[in-house]
Nanobody, 123 residues
């Protein structure tokens, strides 16, 4: 398995969750990495991404200032710290690896998907 996501769960509005994605060394060291989400009845949408070296990040406007994406070099993980969660953040969250090394925002840029992890925010 090249991408393994974990950390979803149920939280009240205003709370926090941290998602993690374990990646193989080859992907972690060379590819841009990110998170997308898919809510009930919605298309999969971009959440956040980070460049191969961690120097550049990109966020969806809806999560800017509340979510933080980061790289964990000790264990080849990509984390998404989610604070001030809202009911509209409820979705299945997917870890993704890009074809290139830079940040990315579209599903067409993705070459590998992890399995989804459910995040539910209650009001």
């Amino acid at each position: 398995v090249q991408l393994q996501a974990s950390g979803g769960g149920l939280v009240q509005a205003g709370g926090s969750l941290r998602l993690s994605c374990a990646a193989s060394g080859r992907i972690f060291n060379n590819n841009g990495m990110g998170w997308f989400r898919q809510g009930p009845g919605k298309e999969r949408e971009f959440v956040a991404s980070v460049s191969w070296n961690g120097h550049t990040t990109r966020y969806a406007e809806s999560v800017e200032g509340r979510f933080t994406i980061s790289r964990g070099y000790a264990d080849n993980t990509i984390s998404l710290q989610m604070n001030s969660l809202k009911p509209e953040d409820t979705a299945v969250y997917y870890c993704a690896a890009a074809r290139g090394a830079s940040v990315f925002t579209t599903t067409t840029a993705v070459t590998r998907w992890g399995q989804g992890t459910q995040v539910t925010v209650s009001s």
